[in-house]
């Protein structure tokens, strides 16, 4: 078992950065694979970046490429979201999810651990 614990989420005017955090616990972190999705109201849940445990390769949506960096550190078992260039329709509720597998995936059911959640509101 995994278990997942974001935070960093907030309110920011648009243009501005966040920096969300989730914590891993209970299995080797450097061998999950670890993703950030969202979820705006009313909508599905959607990819935003992934951190492949085998390589550290990257892999982005297209919306926040260039925005949104995904890294870890691996002595804190922490994986990072940094957030840059906000914008109003950033805001959702942002999700950590860890695969038990070292190769990259986009898709949210490769992802078997997921957090409670952190809420980014972007204002206008």
């Known amino acids: 078992q995994v278990q997942l614990v974001e935070s960093g989420g907030g309110l920011v005017q648009a243009g501005g950065s966040l920096r969300l955090s989730c914590a891993a616990s209970g299995r080797t972190f450097s061998t999950l694979t670890m993703g950030w999705f969202r979820q705006a109201p009313g909508k599905e849940r959607d990819f935003v970046a992934r951190l492949a445990a085998i390589d550290d390769s990257t892999s982005y949506a297209d919306s926040v490429r260039g925005r949104f960096t995904i890294s870890r550190d691996n002595a804190k078992n922490t994986v990072f979201l940094q957030m840059n260039s906000l914008k109003p329709e950033d805001t959702a509720v942002y999700y950590c999810?860890?695969?038990?597998?070292?190769?990259?995936?986009?898709?949210?059911?490769?992802?078997?651990?997921w957090g409670q959640g952190t809420q980014v509101t972007v204002s206008s």
């Open positions: 999810a860890a695969r038990s597998s070292v190769f990259g995936s986009v898709d949210a059911k490769a992802y078997a651990y």
